[in-house]
């Protein structure tokens, strides 16, 4: 499957991803977990590479959620290892070809180094003007719904917000991803399917594929795939057929 394939006026400008299946794909083949989590790393390389080639403005990785805390300790030891040593050995890439990097999520429950290490990635891409690559550490919609609503009562206590002006925009700018606009595109990998706690807000009106390959074999063609079902769809965003096309 080519770029030649798809509609080049109609490429969605912000995809998200549940990177999903890196487990099963290691013991499919024998191997530890963490060599499932290894080869997801070639996955994101090659994504990220293909969105910012055939023109997607923003991707959005589930990476770790505030529930991945909960696996065993000796694999969240290993993964936050390999996420220090990945945006060490990835980031000059990513700054070379004009990508900007950044995070949704608390980092500050992260191991002090590799929240260093993240923020060192973000300061030196942040004046890049090509794709943002947007990583979800730690992160959970739930809370991120609850800090929002924190944050604007606090406001409407302090006078700063009446509560008569709290619509959509207004709850939508106390939220992580304040800086993107939704998500056109949702994928999620390996066959399940639910949202595990990402983006609810963000993905009211957000066009999903479910597709049964695993993160580590997610490469160019799947992805293709995926946007060709996109650019099959209509999206009326609550109109019917006859209005989206007058």
Do not use: H
């Given at each position: 499957m080519s770029t030649k394939e798809l509609d080049t006026d109609n490429i969605p400008n912000h995809i998200?991803?549940?990177?999903?299946?890196?487990g099963?794909?290691?013991?499919?083949?024998?191997?530890?977990?963490?060599?499932g989590h290894k080869e997801g790393i070639n996955s994101v390389r090659d994504i990220?590479?293909?969105?910012?080639?055939?023109?997607?403005?923003?991707?959005?990785?589930?990476?770790?959620?505030?529930?991945?805390?909960?696996?065993p300790k000796k694999e969240v030891n290993a993964l936050m290892s390999l996420l220090l040593s990945t945006i060490k050995k990835e980031v000059r890439e990513l700054h070379k070809n004009n990508v900007k990097f950044s995070t949704i999520g608390d980092l500050s429950f992260l191991p002090k180094n590799t929240e260093n290490g993240l923020k060192e990635g973000m300061a030196l891409t942040k004046n890049n003007t090509g794709l943002n690559l947007i990583l979800a550490?730690?992160?959970?919609?739930?809370?991120?719904?609850?800090d929002s609503v924190i944050n604007i009562a606090n406001k409407v206590k302090s006078g700063e917000i009446d509560s008569n002006h709290i619509d959509e925009t207004l709850f939508s700018s106390f939220l992580y991803t304040k800086n993107y606009p939704d998500p056109d595109l949702l994928i999620r990998t390996s066959g399940e399917l639910r949202i595990s706690n990402f983006l609810l807000w963000q993905c009211a009106y957000t066009e999903m594929y479910l597709t049964n390959t695993y993160w580590p074999s997610f490469r160019e063609d799947e992805l293709f795939k995926a946007i060709l079902d996109f650019q099959s769809r209509e999206r009326r965003y609550g109109k019917i057929s006859e209005q989206v096309n007058s």
């Open positions: 998200a991803i549940i990177m999903d299946g890196n099963r794909w290691a013991k499919a083949k024998g191997l530890p977990r963490i060599a990220t590479r293909i969105c910012g080639e055939i023109g997607v403005n923003y991707l959005t990785l589930y990476t770790f959620s505030t529930e991945n805390w909960n696996r550490l730690n992160y959970g919609s739930r809370q991120e719904i609850i």
